[in-house]
Each structure stands twice: as C-alpha cells, then as structure tokens.
C-alpha cells in the first residue's frame, strides 16, 4: 500500500487549502483513513478521521469547525479541507490508513503517507 499526500504549501492566515492523499489500493473503501501533523520540534498529533465507511469522521479539538475530512472511494482518494488556517497550523501533514479501522491515533494506523508541508504566515 502506497499513500500519496499532496496539496501543502504556503497560505497566510486566514486562507485555505486541500490536501489529497491517493492511495494504490485495490479496495480503497476497506481502509478507514486519517490525517495528522508534526510542527517543527513536536511530537506527531492525530488530526483527523474518516472510518472506512465513510459515515463517521472525528477532529482534533485544535481544528474543529475548521478542517473537514472526506474521501472519494471512486477516486481512491481522502482529502482534507483546512479553512481558517491559523500560524499553529503550520506542520508536516501526513495521510494514514488502516485496514478495516477508524483512526484514533498512531497506534491505529496501518500505512503512512510521506507528508506535506503546510506553511501559515501571519
């Protein structure tokens, strides 16, 4: 399994962007996948979750009300929505999938994409 992650790059406050991660998957709506973040000298925080159904999806309290999850499974591809961006935002995005799971933190997480990097100016 391969986890593709694109979409990142510099916004000043207040902007948006969207991130992708394509999976090379044969039965992309099997995996539930994810979404999380390491800014420059932290640890790597769960930011967000959308089960393998597609019916459930869970959020970082940090991004609540801002960022949404969602995934086409024609497209074999999760994406997440990110409005609002705020200068504590700024981090290494990385996609995650798991096989038959909903995401809840790293423990969960079955694959990892290479990450993206988002960059909020103020």
């Known amino acids: 399994v391969q986890l593709q992650a694109s979409g990142g790059g510099l916004v000043q406050a207040g902007g948006s962007l969207r991130l992708s991660c394509l999976a090379s998957?044969?039965?992309?709506?099997?995996?539930?996948m994810g979404w999380f973040r390491q800014a420059p000298g932290k640890e790597r925080e769960f930011v967000a979750a959308?089960?393998?159904?597609?019916?459930?999806?869970d959020y970082a309290d940090s991004v609540k009300g801002r960022f949404t999850i969602s995934r086409d499974d024609a497209k074999n591809t999760a994406y997440l929505l990110m409005n609002n961006l705020k200068p504590e935002d700024t981090a290494v995005y990385y996609c995650?999938?798991?096989?038959?799971?909903?995401?809840?933190?790293?423990?969960?997480?079955?694959?990892w994409g290479q990450g993206t990097l988002v960059t909020v100016s103020s």
């Open positions: 959308i089960s393998w159904s597609g019916g459930s999806t």
């Open positions: 995650a999938a798991a096989v038959q799971a909903t995401i809840a933190t790293m423990s969960d997480v079955d694959y």
């Open positions: 998957v044969r039965t992309f709506s099997s995996y539930g």
